[in-house]
């Protein structure tokens, strides 16, 4: 039976068996609730997520009480409060699942503590951190290069039902616009 998470990590970034298989030793499933946190703002992490269905978001809230999604997370996609892990320091953004979600952690210092002494997983992690690196690097490019309806339609693109999905703040915080900006795009797309 084909393994959809193996097929992925194969994929993008070329592990054997053998080590699809001491990753997931070191994983623990997890299924999580619309509205459940996996970090919190302002609490330390030191796991990391594979998220294998649903949606999550990342997002901080501000002393005025606005909330800034700074990222929208689909499968298969990595999730974690990164510079909290490797600075050790509290996380800026809370990381939570905005539909039923499935996700398999990871404890980043055994995953470390392998990697130290193992070379296809220290190649795994630093194939993992181009990674994202590649994916935040296109998604600044488009924030700084597209208007926001551009931005909308390629959320939609990427999450066609969005719009029934989650609410609409939140889906106008990911775009940088405000609840109003969003409802009158929709309405001109419609």
């Known amino acids: 039976m084909a393994d959809p998470s193996f097929d992925f990590l ?4 070329h592990i054997s068996k ?6 997931k030793r070191l994983s623990y499933r997890r299924k999580l609730r619309t509205g459940e946190d996996i970090v ?8 990391i997520a594979f998220l294998t269905s649903g949606l999550m978001r990342a997002y901080t809230t501000l002393e005025t ?12 996609a990595f999730v974690g409060a990164f510079s909290s ?8 953004f809370c990381y939570e699942s905005l539909t039923d979600s499935v996700i398999y952690e990871v404890d980043f210092n055994q995953f470390i503590e392998i990697a130290n002494s193992n070379i296809a997983m220290s190649n795994l ?11 935040y690097e296109r998604k600044q490019l488009q924030t700084a290069s597209l208007n926001a309806t551009q931005r909308y339609l390629a959320l939609k693109q990427g999450i066609p ?3 029934n999905l989650i609410p609409q703040y939140q889906i106008a915080s990911y775009l940088n616009i405000s609840p109003v900006q969003l409802s009158r795009i929709r309405k001109v797309l419609n």
Not at 18 to 23: A, P, S
Not at 40 to 47: C, D, I
Not at 85 to 92: G, R, Y
């Open 10 to 13: 194969k994929s993008k970034f």
């Open 18 to 23: 053998e080590t699809y298989v001491i990753l």
């Open 40 to 47: 919190k703002q302002g609490a330390k992490s030191n796991k």
């Open 65 to 76: 009480g606005k909330e800034i999604t700074k990222n929208i997370f689909t499968p298969i």
């Open 85 to 92: 892990i490797i600075n050790d320091e509290p996380s800026i």
């Open 125 to 135: 992690y630093n194939r993992v951190l181009e990674y994202i690196f590649i994916i």
């Open 161 to 163: 039902h969005i719009d």
